[in-house]
C-alpha cells in the first residue's frame, strides 16, 4: 500500500509562485508514474504534469507549459510541481497520484491518490 501526502498549497496572488510537495510513504516511487491532477469547483479532474520516476521523463497539460515544473528527489522520495506565474484560472485542489502502468494523462490510470491541497490564485 502506498500513502501519499501532499503539502505546500496556499493563497497566492496573481503572478505568484507556490512549490507543492508530494511524499509517499510504504514503499518508494520507483517503477511508479507519479502525476499531479486538479479539480476546481463544479468541473472535472484534470491531468497537470506527470514524470516517470525511473526515466524523469516528463510531461504537462498545455496550459501549464514554462510555468510548472515538476521535479523530483530520489533521496527524499518525493515529488514537486513548481508553479510559477500563477494564475486566477490555476485555482483548485490540487492531488498527487502514483501509477504503475496506463497512460500518465488519464486518471484512470493511476492506483493511489493523495487527500488534495488547495492552491488559491487571487486576482
Known amino acids: 500500500q502506498v500513502q501519499l501526502v501532499e503539502s505546500g498549497g496556499g493563497l497566492v496572488q496573481t503572478g505568484g509562485s507556490l512549490r507543492l510537495s508530494c511524499s509517499a510513504s510504504?514503499?518508494?516511487?520507483?517503477?511508479?508514474?507519479v502525476g499531479w491532477f486538479r479539480q476546481a469547483p463544479g468541473k472535472a479532474r484534470e491531468f497537470v504534469a506527470a514524470?516517470?520516476?525511473?526515466?524523469?521523463?516528463?510531461y504537462y497539460e498545455d496550459s501549464v507549459k514554462g510555468r510548472f515544473t515538476i521535479s523530483k528527489d530520489n533521496a527524499k522520495n518525493t515529488v514537486y510541481l513548481q508553479m510559477n506565474s500563477l494564475k486566477p484560472e490555476d485555482t483548485a485542489v490540487y492531488y498527487c497520484?502514483?501509477?504503475?502502468?496506463?497512460?500518465?494523462?488519464?486518471?484512470?490510470?493511476?492506483?493511489?491518490w493523495g487527500q488534495g491541497t488547495q492552491v488559491t490564485v487571487s486576482s
Open positions: 514524470i516517470i520516476w525511473s526515466y524523469s521523463s516528463t
Open positions: 497520484a502514483a501509477a504503475r502502468r496506463g497512460t500518465y494523462y488519464l486518471d484512470a490510470s493511476y492506483d493511489y
Open positions: 510504504g514503499r518508494t516511487f520507483s517503477g511508479y508514474t
